[in-house]
C-alpha cells in the first residue's frame, strides 16, 4: 500500500467534512495516511484557539490517531534543514511549520495531500497531490 502525507488543511477538510473532503478522501482512499507531528500540533493549536469543547476535542484525538504519526528524528531535521536553507538562498520563503510537513513527505519518499498548493510548489523533489 502506498503512503500519503496528509497536510494539516486536507486533515482539518476531512475532519470538519467541509465541502472537499470527498474528493479527498476519494484520492487518499487505499493509502497509508501518514500525520507529520508538526499537523497533529497545527490541529491541536486551532481547537484550542477556536475554544473547542472536551468532547469535540477528544473527537479531533481520535481522528489523529487513525493516522500514522510521523515524529522527527536525525534525517528528518536535516531534510527540514536543507528545505529551509534552499527557500532562504532562493528568496522563496516557507515557513518552519510548513517545512516540517514537506520534510515528512520527502523523508518518505512520500506525496504531499494538499490543498496549499503554493506554500510547497518550490520544495525541490516534493510531490503534491492537490485537487
Do not use: K
Request: hydrophobic share 50%; proline share 2%.
Amino acid at each position: 500500500m502506498s503512503q500519503i502525507v496528509v497536510d494539516t488543511d486536507v486533515a482539518s477538510y476531512i475532519f470538519n467534512w467541509h465541502t472537499l473532503a470527498q474528493r479527498y478522501v476519494n484520492a487518499l482512499c487505499g493509502s497509508d495516511l501518514i500525520l507529520s507531528f508538526m499537523s497533529v500540533a497545527e490541529l491541536r493549536m486551532g481547537a484550542m484557539s477556536a475554544g473547542w469543547g472536551g468532547q469535540r476535542r477528544v473527537l479531533l484525538e481520535r481522528f489523529v490517531h487513525g493516522f500514522e504519526v510521523f515524529y522527527p528524528d536525525d534525517d528528518l531535521c536535516t531534510v527540514w534543514a536543507r528545505i529551509r536553507a534552499d527557500a532562504r538562498v532562493s528568496g522563496r520563503a516557507i515557513s518552519p511549520q510548513d517545512a516540517w510537513i514537506a520534510a515528512t513527505a520527502l523523508a518518505l519518499d512520500a506525496p504531499l495531500a494538499t490543498n496549499n498548493r503554493r506554500d510547497f510548489e518550490n520544495v525541490r523533489n516534493l510531490r503534491l497531490l492537490s485537487l
